[in-house]
């Protein structure tokens, strides 16, 4: 039997909410979208590779690594603005954009320039990181931050 309640509810108690994304759920990518004075940008993708709907939301993490192993180069990158929850069907594309200042702009002595092989790339809520290939210049300086990034959408 049917209760008043339950009918009005508009809400499915067997419905299953969507799982959140996974590191094993997205693939991670970048593309350059712009550059100028001492100043690139690009976008940072996560596609979801898996064969269901997953929920994204946050920032994740993002910073420069190098020396053929991983190796964390500075600082990660400063997170800017808000974000919200993204469903990602499968194929879907979400993209945090990214600013990235050239090493070149900072004093030898307090950048100490580092090269770059790529992005160390954390899914949202997750610990486990992706390698994207981004050859670049860095500062192994920690207190010089050369990336900032916006959350998924």
Known sequence: ???????????????????????????????ATDAGAGSRFGEITLTNVS???????????????????????????????????????????AISEVAESTAENYPVAECRPTVVDGFRVYVPDSYDSQFVRHETTGCADKKVSLLSHRAFH
């Not at 049917?2 to 593309?31: F, H, I, V, W």
Request: proline content about 7%.
């Open 1 to 31: 039997m049917r209760t008043e309640s339950s009918a009005s509810s508009g809400q499915d108690p067997a419905a299953p909410a969507t799982p959140t994304c996974t590191n094993a759920d997205l693939k991670a990518g970048y593309r």
């Open 51 to 93: 064969d269901h709907a997953c929920a994204l939301g946050g920032f994740g993490g993002l910073s420069y690594v190098g020396g053929g192993d991983g190796t964390q180069i500075g600082a990660p990158a400063v997170r800017e603005g808000s974000w919200r929850t993204v469903i990602m069907k499968p194929g879907q594309v």
